[in-house]
């Protein structure tokens, strides 16, 4: 199995500014179905299957995003959560996941994966563009209702949205009794950070980024500023890296790439 870096300079520079990537049509019929009777909680064995490493976790296009933006050698998620929704309900507050690292970088890939088609009476999940720009309390947001820019994930069966850790989100409002299921799971740095995925020596990178709905104009400036900061951090412009081992003792269940693919034999 060959991991590429499948995002080009452009891509990377949408990464950094939304702070988040999709990655539609993964997974197979097989997998969706056994999800419709899946636990609530962790599902650590589930997600360890050959097929669904070979199907979603290490599918090319989702390992191609991984090495784009985590570098050589990334750690592979063994463990996952199923975020699990049947009643109505009106939806979780905005908030960032655990221990949102309040430093520049990317370092952690918070990723989604929707099993089932995600309409938005379904309960969708909902991010905030280019909050990941902004790490804070999460009591400091929980009280904001809807913000302008904020996208919900309606989504068809197989989506994975790879997120920046730091990024708002929440559960949105569910209007219905039917199951949503989100698995949840991460992908952690372990090398340096540089420019190494898909680049134009020729091309000029325009390092412009767009305004978010919600910024105002010094706000949009600082965001700017963030943005370049962070690009140029990917880029490997930024020093040394050190791996945080608070993270890593969290989300020790981890393995390295390269273990996981010599335990597939490949
Ligand atoms: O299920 C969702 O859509 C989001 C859940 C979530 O963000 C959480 O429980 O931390
Ligand atoms: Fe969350």
Known sequence: MNIHPTLNDQEVLDFVSKGYVTVEGLGSEKIHNECKNLRPGGVTDFIQSDEFLRAVILHPRVAGVARTLLGENFSVP???HHHLF????????????????????????????????????DGPTMVLPGSHLRTIDREAIAHYQNILGQVSLTVPAGTLVMSHYTLWHKAGPKLNHQRRSMLKFSYLRTSQPQRD????????????????KYAGEIEFYRDSVKCRRLWEWLCGDAGKWQPSHERLRIFAKAKLLNEVLADLGE
């Open 86 to 121: 049947e009643a109505a309900h009106t939806g979780q507050t905005w908030h960032s996941d655990g221990i949102s690292d309040p430093g520049l970088g990317v370092t952690h890939l918070q990723c989604y994966y929707y099993p089932h088609e995600v309409g938005p009476e």
């Open 197 to 212: 995925w898909i680049t134009d020596p020729d091309r000029q990178v325009p390092v412009h980024f767009p305004r978010q």
């Open 78 to 80: 063994t463990s996952a």
